[in-house]
């Protein structure tokens, strides 16, 4: 877990700045920093990498739900009276490509 990699990176920097050896905070903190970021990195990475998966396989399963209730309503696709069934069974689809759109653009739709 990442959380254990950066307590393993943090606390033999903090117990060798402990008084008395003196250093600043500044110091102290650069260092941790410079420590915990790549395993930050190794994190965001790992997190893009799941994220693109699930994006895909949302992906794929809204397609196969367009094509499905879109085989199901064939025939009466145009007629009035169907287009709130219609409308309703492609509900999820609708809000999966919105999501979708949502991951693509960076979380700001």
Known sequence: MIEVKIMQAVLPIIVRN???VGNSCSTVALEIAEAVAPLIQQAEDA????????EKLLSDCSDELAAEVEARFERVWGHPAMQHKIKRDMSTVVAARAAIRGIDAGGEE
């Open 18 to 20: 402990t008084p008395p």
């Open 47 to 54: 997190m893009r990498e799941r994220i693109g998966m699930l």
